[in-house]
């Protein structure tokens, strides 16, 4: 742990910055939340259909990392104290 803290020592973040990265998650996990009703339920449409199904698990899949990266940029963004 202390060789952890030496080479990347852990970064204090102030009250506002606490905050608008707990807003950036909330944000981001309804933004996925919705994105996985709209496609699940296009899924469970496309029951018969193996290579539509296949396609639009694909699509949730790389909708969901997309989203998870932005959310991890701006994140980052403000820990770096970088404004949007």
Avoid: F
Avoid at 39 to 54: M, R
């Amino acid at each position: 742990m202390e060789r952890l803290e030496a080479k990347a020592p852990s970064q204090k973040l102030t009250d506002s910055q606490r905050a608008e990265i707990a807003e950036i998650e909330s944000l981001y996990q309804s933004k996925i939340a919705e994105r996985r009703l709209l496609l699940e339920g296009e899924i469970a449409q496309s029951a018969g259909n193996l290579g539509e199904t296949e396609a639009l698990r694909k699509q949730l899949s790389s909708e969901v990392r997309r989203l998870e990266g932005e959310a991890e940029e701006r994140k980052d963004r403000i820990r770096g104290g970088i404004r949007e």
